[in-house]
């Protein structure tokens, strides 16, 4: 079994209340979509952030810093949702180990589900991707031993 963001297998749960449903992605998992292999997480509906909501964004750090209380996540009102992306990504996290997932497929440029760094998975094609901070849920996966792959968009 694996996880993916929700927003790449076309669910609506974006700040914007859209999707970022990659194609190319949900192709390459039919046959574990059919077997019901996959496990779609949204950690910041889990976080209880509705959708949509206000464009949030990590202050003065990435998702490490924020995990370790050095950093924030703000909104684009200047309301502090920190406390609701760590408890996303916990509760994320939770489900994972439940179900004995090692290997995570997650949406770019997210300051939840970001990979800064490293290979950025897009249009079936590997480019580096050195612009991007790794995001709060991104983080608390590394660290937890899990393997984590960052997938663009709009594949």
Same mark, same amino acid.
């Given at each position: 079994?694996?996880a993916?963001?929700?927003?790449?297998?076309?669910?609506?749960?974006?700040?914007?209340?859209?999707?970022?449903?990659n194609?190319?992605?949900?192709?390459?998992?039919?046959?574990?979509?059919?077997?019901?292999?996959? $496990?779609?997480?949204?950690? +910041? #509906?889990?976080?209880? &952030?509705?959708?949509p909501? *206000? !464009? =949030?964004?990590?202050?003065?750090?990435?998702?490490?810093?924020?995990?370790?209380?050095?950093?924030?996540v703000?909104?684009?009102?200047?309301?502090?949702?920190?406390?609701a992306?760590?408890?996303?990504?916990?509760?994320a $996290?939770?489900?994972i180990? +439940? #179900?004995?997932?090692? &290997?995570?497929?997650?949406? *770019? !440029? =997210?300051?939840?589900?970001?990979?800064?760094?490293?290979?950025h998975?897009?249009?079936?094609?590997?480019?580096?991707?050195?612009?991007?901070?790794?995001?709060?849920?991104?983080?608390?996966?590394?660290?937890?031993?899990?393997?984590?792959?960052?997938?663009?968009?709009?594949?």
């Open positions: 079994m694996i993916v963001s929700a927003c790449l297998l076309g669910c609506n749960c974006r700040y914007d209340g859209k999707n970022k449903k194609y190319l992605l949900v192709k390459s998992l039919e046959s574990e979509l059919k077997l019901n292999k996959i $496990l779609p997480v949204c950690p +910041e #509906q889990l976080g209880c &952030l509705g959708t909501r *206000a !464009k =949030s964004d990590i202050i003065n750090g990435n998702g490490f810093d924020v995990l370790d209380g050095r950093a924030k703000i909104n684009i009102c200047g309301v502090d949702n920190t406390s992306f760590i408890n996303g990504a916990f509760s $996290l939770r489900q180990k +439940e #179900q004995n997932i090692w &290997l995570c497929f997650l949406k *770019a !440029k =997210s300051p939840s589900c970001g990979v800064g760094g490293g290979v998975i897009f249009m079936g094609r590997s480019h580096d991707n050195f612009g991007g901070i790794t995001g709060v849920f991104a983080a608390l996966l590394i660290k937890n031993g899990i393997d984590v792959k960052e997938v663009g968009s709009h594949a």
